[in-house]
């Protein structure tokens, strides 16, 4: 356990951001997973919309890395593209 005041604060704050990139992250598995399972292009061209959005939002703030993001993007277009 952390000895200072600021110690302790840190502690929190780490794990209540801990907390919220999970479930950013949970957020993102889930959509990309539905994305995955559609078997219309119609639908998964709107699907990956929404999903390449959250991907974007998710590397500007800092929860994925701006090359993870662009490499998803990537697959999930290739997907797409390929039903």
């Known amino acids: ?11 929190r704050k780490s794990l209540k951001q801990k907390q919220r990139n999970r479930q950013y992250k949970s957020t993102l598995k889930t959509a990309i997973k539905k994305l995955c399972s559609l078997t219309d292009r119609t639908e ?11 991907i974007d ?11 993870k993001a662009s490499n998803k ?6 997907l797409v593209n390929s039903l």
């Open 57 to 67: 939002k998710l590397a500007s703030k800092g929860i994925i890395h701006k090359n």
């Open 1 to 11: 356990m952390p000895k200072t005041k600021s110690a302790y604060k840190r502690l």
């Open 73 to 78: 993007k990537s697959k999930l277009t290739r």
């Open 44 to 54: 998964a061209e709107q699907e990956l919309r929404k999903t390449i959005s959250l």
